[in-house]
């Protein structure tokens, strides 16, 4: 289904509820919250505040010892009605009349008649949603794997299905559009919550492979990412409700004022953090399951070429763990093609001269590839790259000059937290790539999987500045309107 449709079946249900609100509204039906009141309907009395008032009482019964009234709307206005009964006990509650006839219940946008239909609208809108996210999803992932959409629509699953999730007392007790706004705002900051000890053990776990990270492989700002991620999350969780219990202890300004601008500043601030974090949460997540995913994946056993991504080597020449690895990871892959399809392929070990290296990166896997076996025939050098976007730009030229132009099957390998970035900047240059990943250390790969995280992101950051922007002006939106409901 097209992002269109969908905001015209939005629109559409938006009439709806409107349209059954405004008719059903017209009357309202208020049972009185106390019980086993004494007498009968006839023995209580009804007063109103202002007069003449914008409804009128039309029915009142008595059942089970509780006293309800029916009220139809006059003109749009606002007033206050008081019950006195036998014992000279009084009830006093406020009427809401809208400019279309519609009463609510206590606030302006409090319960009314018909607002049963706005959790059901909500649920079934985003049910929809859901539905249609995953059928792109899957229709994507069908496609290739290495997309940044495939980041987006995954996280906006988790994200659209935690607010789902969060109707679901919405469903059972919500009637205005209060209740709506509210039950939305916490679904979003729940899911927050709810990941917290998740984020937390892992903050911890990230601090100590930071550790020994930096201990094994030097105090650099990139070996301190995932460190600085984890304590990023957890403050980002902790902060709004730190600063609600300070709003509430403090003497700087009144929070306990329901009509002032306190609270609702204070609202706006915590529900606004809270879904940035959420958001932020659920792309985090989805990029490390499909980083998990292309790291696992097996390509088809059709290729005619691999590409061996290269990184830094030994200052004798020979390979780091690191490199080794994927170099392993290709001769691997070559000989289950081998088995299975009897077709061999050729490699290209790509990667240039750094300052500090005594021969190129391509050059050591050529030597570690010929110690192994390889016939140089099998053998497709290239040796002036200096990042991955040039490994794989530079790769791509030499096999389409080696293929006079036609498509040949071609896969990576490089270390498994990087496959599925390097299939993103593979498939953004037009190259059709399957990769497989070699194994890295534990305490790297964890902070090595923050760090393609963080480069996602940036790769996306306009996009990503967009949503997060969008949906700080719903929040916003969101508690002006609570704000406006408490004050009118």
């Known amino acids: 289904m097209k992002t269109k449709h969908l905001l015209l079946i939005g ?42 008032a ?26 206050f009605f008081e019950v006195a009964g036998p014992e000279n006990s009084g009830y006093l509650e406020k009427l809401y009349v809208h400019r279309l006839g519609a009463i609510s219940v206590d ?59 969060g109707q679901v007392q919405n469903l059972l007790v919500g009637n205005s559009i209060l209740d709506q706004l509210t039950s939305t705002m916490r679904a979003a900051s729940m899911f927050s919550y709810f990941a917290f000890p998740v984020a937390f053990v892992v903050s911890i776990l990230v601090a100590f492979t930071s550790a020994r990270l930096m201990r094994r492989e030097g105090r650099t700002w990139r070996n301190m990412l995932g460190l600085i991620l984890g304590v990023l999350i957890c ?85 780091t763990p690191l490199l080794r690895g994927r170099a392993d990871a290709a001769l691997e892959f070559a000989k289950r093609q081998r088995e299975q399809t009897g077709k061999e392929l050729v490699f290209v070990p790509s990667g240039g001269q750094g300052a500090d290296e005594v021969i190129s990166e391509a050059e050591a896997i050529r030597r570690y590839l010929l110690e192994r076996g390889v016939p140089e025939s099998q053998i497709l050098l290239e040796d002036k790259s200096e990042n991955t976007e040039a490994n794989l730009r ?8 080696r293929e006079g132009g036609a498509e040949a099957g071609i896969a990576i390998a490089t270390t498994n937290y990087h496959v599925f ?68």
């Open 11 to 52: 629109l559409a249900l938006v009439l709806i509820c409107f349209a059954v609100m405004t008719v059903m509204g017209r009357t309202c039906v208020y049972t009185l919250r106390t019980v086993n009141m004494p007498g009968t309907a006839e023995d209580y009395t009804v007063t109103f505040d202002p007069e003449p």
């Open 54 to 79: 914008p409804v009128e009482l039309v029915d009142r019964a008595m059942e089970d010892g509780r006293l309800t009234l029916t009220f139809r709307s006059i003109h749009p206005g606002s007033v």
């Open 107 to 165: 606030t302006l946008f409090g319960p009314m008649r018909g607002g049963r239909i706005l959790p059901i609208a909500s649920s079934a809108f985003l049910a929809l949603l859901l539905w249609t996210i995953i059928r792109r999803y899957r229709a994507d992932m069908r496609r290739t794997i290495y997309q940044y959409r495939n980041i987006r629509n995954l996280g906006w699953i988790i994200f659209v299905a935690a607010l789902l999730l």
């Open 235 to 319: 403050l980002g969780t902790l902060a709004p409700t730190v600063l609600g219990e300070f709003s509430q202890r403090t003497m700087l300004f009144d929070a306990h004022n329901e009509r002032g601008a306190a609270l609702y500043i204070i609202m706006a601030i915590t529900n606004g953090m809270l879904t940035i974090v959420t958001y932020l949460e659920c792309i985090l997540l989805s990029t490390i399951i499909l980083s998990v995913k292309a790291a696992r994946h097996i390509p088809a056993f059709d290729k005619d070429y691999i590409i061996i991504h290269g990184c830094q080597i030994k200052k004798d020449g020979s390979l």
């Open 394 to 401: 530079n790769s791509a030229a030499l096999i389409r000059e």
């Open 421 to 488: 970035r390097a299939g993103l900047l593979a498939e953004e240059m037009g190259v059709h790539v399957e990769g497989v990943g070699g194994k890295t250390r534990t305490y790297f790969w964890i902070n090595a999987f923050v760090r393609e995280f963080i480069a996602t992101l940036f790769s996306e950051r306009r996009r990503h500045a967009l949503i997060v922007a969008l949906l700080t002006v719903l929040t916003l939106l969101g508690v002006w309107t609570v704000y406006l409901s408490a004050v009118l």
